[in-house]
């Protein structure tokens, strides 16, 4: 424990360095949730913070990758450095993963300015990786201006990326039939900026519109919001920009570079407040509960958290006094599970 | 942790346009239960061995059927040498004469598999060598 704890810090101060093999191998330790990840985490946590958190989502095929490649160049060119986490899914049935977001990337590989990590999603749903958050903290933490975060080509529901990000980008294609219901309320509910993307395609434009009509008859979005009360001196979120781009030429991809740095300049009034108060409560919380599972069926408890849970199948216990029991237990040991 | 899976990089090096095995063996790889890096055509030594370090890769896996496998194999593996990436597994496969094997391997390409060899015996072989690294 106390040699994870040793090594982690090592990997740590490596990373931050600029060593960009002892970075590799923290992303590994975090991906596999080590004691050695746990020990980094702690440890270059307080040195994040500065990048600029931005996810990237939307249909499988609408362009993600191309346009992450496209923004490094951009960012490139601005002097800023860029990470990249492109997460592809993982096989329920194998457990295998085709990583392939990387191909689009690959002219920016050499550049050291730049670092790209494909991670596969390992069972987890919501677009992204369970560890995709202190994945990104340590690509933060390691210096870099900007981080990319792609999710899995999304279905509808995956809205996890805002949580994550501080700014969320949702991309669409361009829609050769009447409508767009290809956009999916959810999805749209958490985007901060709207990309069509493919804006070489016929159609971009009344894309655009259709979605801009789309978003001022709709409530304004929800940020990701924290369930700790927002005090009323909370700005509205702005509605989503809607811009067109051809991130396989480059197109309208400074105008979303700008668009970005806008949004996250507004977060000093509070909007990217708002979605790090997310972030932090869903980071917290993972860990509370999965702290609690492990307590719970650590050696010591196992038996009396086994007998209660029986008793909840067996209905001589309801489950709401069985988790007051277990919660009791925890502040004084005494008490009976 | 050692029940992570294996991480695979599938890297095509040079000018060679021939991508139907390197495509093959990667989504077969991945219903191997492996989790496989693709990185594309046409790619410098300098590019794929910076791809295997970013990754954190526990085998490099190089196809090509270009006939420039003398010059290109022998460049991945010095610069991967030269990054500390000694290791990683290297296995390669495509059309490479046998003659030329025993120098390649000599350059620390651990494997070659030739024109019809199957999925099982690439994930088999990799398995017997690999011990994936908790971090
Ligand atoms: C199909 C094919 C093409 C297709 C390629 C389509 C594509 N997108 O892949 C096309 C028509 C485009 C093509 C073009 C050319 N081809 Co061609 N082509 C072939 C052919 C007939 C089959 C290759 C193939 O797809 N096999 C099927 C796959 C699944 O097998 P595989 O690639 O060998 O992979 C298997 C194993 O080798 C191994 N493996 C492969 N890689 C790796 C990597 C690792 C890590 C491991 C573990 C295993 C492994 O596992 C795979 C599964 O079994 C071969 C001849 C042959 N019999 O191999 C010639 C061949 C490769 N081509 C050849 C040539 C010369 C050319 C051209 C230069 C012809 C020309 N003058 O225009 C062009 C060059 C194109 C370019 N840009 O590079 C020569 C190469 C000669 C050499 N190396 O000395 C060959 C050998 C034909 C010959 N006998 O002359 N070709
Ligand atoms: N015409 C056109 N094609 C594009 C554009 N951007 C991307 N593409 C193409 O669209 C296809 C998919 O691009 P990707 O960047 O891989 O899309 P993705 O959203 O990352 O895909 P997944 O990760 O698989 O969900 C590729 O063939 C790209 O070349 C664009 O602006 N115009
Ligand atoms: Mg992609």
Same mark, same amino acid.
């Given at each position: ?65 191309? $346009? ?80 990319? $975060? ?83 001196? %909370? ?61 719970? %069926? ?40 | ?135």
């Amino acid at each position: 424990m106390s040699e994870d704890r040793i090594r982690g810090a090592e990997l740590a101060e490596a990373a931050v360095a600029g060593d960009r093999r002892a970075l590799a191998k923290l992303l590994t330790a975090v991906e596999n949730r080590t004691a050695i990840a746990e020990a980094a985490v702690r440890r270059l946590y307080p040195g994040a913070g500065s990048a600029h958190l931005v996810g990237i989502t939307g249909a499988p095929g609408a362009g993600k990758s191309t $346009l992450v490649a496209a923004l490094i160049a951009e960012a490139r060119l601005a002097g800023r450095t860029v990470a990249v986490v492109a997460v592809d899914p993982s096989s329920p049935i194998t457990g295998g993963a085709l990583l392939g977001d990387r191909v689009r990337m690959q002219a920016y590989a050499t550049d050291d300015g730049v670092f790209i990590r494909s991670m596969a999603s390992r069972g987890h749903a919501g677009g992204l990786a369970a560890t995709s958050t202190s994945a990104a903290t340590v690509l933060d933490a390691a210096g870099f201006d900007l981080v990319l $975060l792609e999710t899995v080509g999304t279905g509808q529901s995956e809205v996890e990326v805002a949580a994550a990000a501080d700014t969320t980008v949702v991309l669409e294609a361009p829609d050769m039939g009447d409508e767009v219901q290809a956009i999916k309320a959810g999805l749209l509910e958490v985007a901060d900026i709207v990309v069509v993307n493919k804006g070489d395609r016929p159609g971009a434009q009344r894309t655009a519109a259709q979605l801009r009509a789309m978003l001022t008859v709709t409530p304004a979005p929800r940020r990701a919001a924290s369930s700790l009360g927002e005090g009323d001196d %909370h700005p509205a979120p702005k509605r989503p920009e809607v811009l067109i781009t051809t991130a396989s030429t480059g197109d309208g991809v400074a105008a979303l570079l700008a668009a970005l740095d806008r949004h996250r300049a507004a977060g000093r009034d509070g909007l990217v407040d708002a979605a790090r108060l997310a972030r932090a409560e869903a980071q917290v919380w993972a860990i509370v509960s999965e702290r609690l599972r492990d307590r719970f %069926h650590g050696e010591a408890s196992r038996p009396a958290t086994e007998s209660t849970l029986r008793a909840v199948a067996e209905h001589r216990l309801d489950p709401y006094t069985a988790a007051d029991r277990l919660l009791a237990s925890l502040v004084d040991p005494r008490t009976p599970a | 942790m050692t029940d992570r899976p294996i991480k695979v990089l599938i890297a095509k090096p040079g000018l060679d346009g021939h991508d139907r095995g390197a495509k093959v063996l990667a989504r077969g790889l991945r219903d191997e239960g492996f989790e496989v890096v693709y990185t594309g055509l046409r790619q410098t030594p300098e590019m794929i061995v910076t791809a295997a370090l970013q990754e954190d890769v526990d085998v490099v896996g190089l196809s090509i059927l270009s006939g420039a496998h003398m010059t290109l194999l022998p460049r991945v593996t010095r610069l991967m040498h030269e990054r500390g990436l000694d290791d990683v597994l290297v296995t390669a496969g495509g059309i490479i004469p046998d003659d030329d094997i025993p120098a390649l391997q000599e350059a620390g390409v651990a494997a070659i598999f030739g024109p019809g060899t199957t999925i099982a015996e690439v994930a088999e072989y990799i398995r017997t060598h690999v011990r994936p690294t908790g971090a």
